[in-house]
């Protein structure tokens, strides 16, 4: 277009001057103008026009092509070139997803997705990998806001795809996510042959290649889940093998989510010296990482400051946490750092601030159908709203939430659930009280804790179940309690509970 046909235009009111740096830009003044302009093309000229832009891009601006690789796949995608849109859809999306932009590098994956062939049993080496990077690309990038259901189903074609390419290293990286994805809904290596059979595969894989480095990866996902359902001692052993392993092998994102796991187990364990070097050093790990990695290591900071009753020092961490997932929509970490900090208020007695995080956290909980926090959200969603005096109809029942830790074999939801309707059958009227369950509860949550040497969980059980006996006037079984409590606070060094601790016990006197 030639400069008087522009200046015409211009002077007509149909575009206008965008920028005149760094190259003089025009737009339509009007959506209305440029949707017409376009549609009274014939669609020959308008692929013409697509393929001429697309290609004049490439030769204008080469060291900007991760930049403009959406705008290019656009402009290819719509002159016919599917290969070439595909291939700029794939650049655009690493980008995306590098600068921690997820959702939109979830779209563009699927995007280049949609302009894949159907497979095919002729499907070379070529076609199989890059099926297996977009597909793969996809079910990373909708790690934390995608259901698991739904990533699943994007990984388990993969599966085929990469153990058909025959390149083992791509074969162990696709059965890690899927394993890790069944690990996060909750699943049992035990229980679940689908996960028990990508553990296994990439434990073959490790010793076809003779590589130490990529047979920690399944162990590294058995500690994980220990350390999560329960098995506090044994999980933690695992990870404080696997994890330096994996950051030998520059995992940084699967190591320092085995430090974050390791350094919740050693803070649930009352180990919190240890707990907080584990924690720094997943941290440091995670700033070598991706997005998700940092939420992660955010969380178990908090969630280990939390645990050591350095209430103040945990909720701006965990805030900021919550924060930057909502930012991002890695809505996994919005429930996890949500709990953390309805917690954490909860036991600075800020009732009104944790309800509004708890409730967030059951909401994103329930849509994306989160398992492994869930039950323990639900739990102290209930138990909050005793502190309030309200009722609650949006979160799942205290037996909901049991039967759904006692089907995955997870104690230390289990246990955690049967302590929060301990404490909020405690919290109801006289007359409304169903006492023998409360305390069932408070001894089946006590023992169970006692199982997993819990320490710190242990002794706030014995202080809230001493309380309760002293309410109820059965002043021998209290001073027991309260006495255990007073004790174990001490051996772990938490001065002011075992201070508030002391108060009630000396009211048994």
């Given at each position: 277009?030639?400069?008087?046909?522009?200046?015409?235009?211009?002077?007509?009111g149909?575009?206008?001057?965008?920028?005149?740096?760094?190259?003089?830009?025009?737009?339509?003044?009007?959506?209305?103008?440029?949707?017409?302009a376009?549609?009274?093309?014939?669609?020959?000229?308008?692929?013409?026009?697509?393929?001429?832009?697309?290609q004049?891009?490439?030769?204008?601006?080469?060291e900007?092509?991760?930049?403009?690789?959406?705008?290019?796949?656009m402009?290819?995608?719509?002159?016919?070139?599917?290969?070439?849109?595909?291939?700029?859809?794939?650049?655009?999306a690493?980008?995306?997803?590098?600068?921690?932009?997820?959702?939109?590098?979830?779209?563009l994956?699927?995007?280049?997705?949609?302009?894949?062939?159907?497979?095919?049993?002729?499907?070379?080496?070529?076609?199989?990998?890059?099926?297996?990077?977009?597909?793969?690309?996809?079910?990373?990038?909708?790690?934390?806001?995608v259901?698991?259901?739904?990533?699943?189903?994007?990984?388990e074609?993969?599966?085929?795809?990469?153990?058909?390419?025959?390149?083992l290293?791509?074969?162990?990286?696709?059965?890690?996510?899927?394993?890790l994805?069944?690990?996060?809904?909750?699943?049992?290596?035990?229980?679940?042959p689908?996960?028990?059979?990508?553990?296994?595969?990439?434990?073959?894989?490790?010793?076809?290649?003779?590589?130490?480095?990529?047979?920690?990866?399944?162990?590294?996902?058995?500690?994980?889940?220990?350390?999560g359902?329960?098995?506090?001692?044994?999980?933690?052993?695992?990870?404080?093998?696997?994890?330096?392993?994996?950051?030998?092998?520059?995992?940084?994102?699967?190591?320092?989510?085995a430090?974050?796991?390791?350094?919740?187990?050693?803070?649930?364990?009352?180990?919190f010296?240890?707990?907080?070097d584990?924690?720094?050093?997943?941290?440091?790990l995670?700033?070598?990482?991706?997005?998700i990695?940092?939420?992660?290591?955010?969380?178990?900071e908090?969630?280990?400051?939390?645990?050591?009753?350095?209430?103040?020092?945990?909720?701006?961490?965990?805030?900021?946490?919550?924060?930057?997932?909502?930012?991002?929509?890695?809505?996994?970490?919005?429930?996890?750092?949500?709990?953390?900090?309805?917690?954490t208020?909860?036991?600075?007695?800020?009732?009104?601030?944790?309800?509004?995080?708890?409730?967030r956290?059951?909401?994103?909980?329930?849509?994306?159908?989160?398992?492994?926090?869930?039950?323990?959200?639900?739990?102290?969603?209930?138990?909050?709203?005793?502190?309030?005096?309200?009722?609650?109809?949006s979160?799942?029942?205290?037996?909901?939430?049991?039967?759904t830790?006692?089907?995955?074999?997870d104690?230390?939801?289990?246990a955690?659930?049967?302590?929060k309707?301990?404490?909020t059958?405690?919290?109801?009227?006289?007359?409304?009280?169903?006492?023998?369950?409360m305390?069932?509860?408070?001894?089946?949550?006590?023992?169970?804790?006692?199982?997993?040497?819990?320490?710190?969980?242990?002794?706030?059980?014995?202080?809230?179940?001493?309380?309760?006996?002293?309410?109820?006037?059965?002043?021998?079984?209290?001073?027991?309690?309260?006495?255990?409590?007073?004790?174990?606070?001490n051996?772990?060094?938490?001065?002011?509970?075992?201070?508030?601790?002391?108060?009630a016990f000396?009211?048994?006197?």
């Amino acid at each position: 277009m030639t400069d008087l046909q522009l200046d015409t235009l211009e002077a007509r009111g149909l575009i206008r001057i965008a920028t005149y740096q760094p190259e003089l830009e025009y737009l339509f003044r009007h959506a209305l103008l440029q949707d017409t302009a376009y549609e009274s093309l014939l669609k020959q000229e308008r692929r013409a026009l697509h393929q001429l832009v697309g290609q004049t891009m490439e030769q204008l601006y080469p060291e900007r092509l991760g930049e403009l690789a959406a705008v290019l796949a656009m402009h290819f995608e719509q002159a016919g070139e599917k290969d070439k849109a595909i291939e700029y859809l794939v650049a655009a999306a690493s980008f995306a997803v590098d600068r921690n932009a997820l959702t939109e590098g979830f779209e563009l994956y699927g995007r280049a997705a949609a302009l894949l062939p159907p497979p095919s049993p002729d499907d070379d080496a070529d076609a199989l990998r890059r099926r297996i990077r977009i597909l793969h690309g996809r079910a990373r990038a909708g790690f934390t806001f995608v259901s698991e259901a739904e990533s699943i189903s994007i990984l388990e074609p993969v599966i085929a795809d990469a153990a058909k390419l025959g390149d083992l290293r791509i074969e162990a990286d696709v059965n890690l996510s899927y394993a890790l994805l069944r690990q996060f809904r909750g699943e049992n290596p035990n229980t679940s042959p689908e996960l028990r059979r990508a553990l296994d595969r990439i434990s073959e894989i490790a010793a076809e290649l003779d590589d130490t480095l990529i047979a920690a990866l399944p162990e590294s996902i058995v500690g994980q889940f220990r350390v999560g359902t329960g098995d506090l001692r044994g999980g933690v052993e695992t990870l404080e093998k696997t994890a330096p392993q994996l950051e030998k092998k520059h995992d940084f994102v699967g190591s320092s989510f085995a430090m974050v796991s390791l350094a919740m187990g050693l803070a649930r364990l009352g180990e919190f010296d240890r707990a907080e070097d584990a924690a720094r050093r997943a941290r440091d790990l995670a700033d070598k990482g991706d997005l998700i990695a940092k939420l992660d290591a955010m969380i178990g900071e908090s969630m280990v400051r939390s645990i050591r009753g350095d209430l103040d020092g945990a909720v701006p961490i965990a805030r900021q946490c919550t924060d930057m997932a909502e930012q991002t929509g890695a809505v996994a970490c919005v429930v996890v750092s949500n709990y953390v900090l309805g917690d954490t208020f909860m036991r600075q007695g800020r009732f009104g601030d944790a309800k509004i995080v708890l409730e967030r956290s059951n909401e994103v909980a329930g849509a994306i159908d989160e398992r492994r926090f869930h039950p323990s959200v639900a739990a102290w969603l209930r138990s909050n709203a005793a502190s309030l005096g309200e009722g609650i109809h949006s979160a799942p029942s205290f037996e909901e939430a049991l039967r759904t830790a006692r089907t995955a074999g997870d104690r230390w939801n289990e246990a955690s659930v049967l302590w929060k309707r301990a404490e909020t059958e405690a919290k109801r009227d006289e007359s409304e009280r169903n006492v023998d369950r409360m305390l069932a509860d408070y001894a089946a949550a006590d023992s169970l804790f006692a199982q997993m040497e819990a320490r710190p969980f242990r002794a706030r059980t014995l202080r809230g179940w001493g309380e309760a006996l002293l309410a109820l006037g059965r002043h021998d079984e209290a001073h027991d309690k309260l006495r255990a409590a007073v004790d174990l606070f001490n051996e772990l060094g938490l001065t002011r509970e075992a201070a508030e601790a002391t108060a009630a016990f000396s009211a048994t006197s």
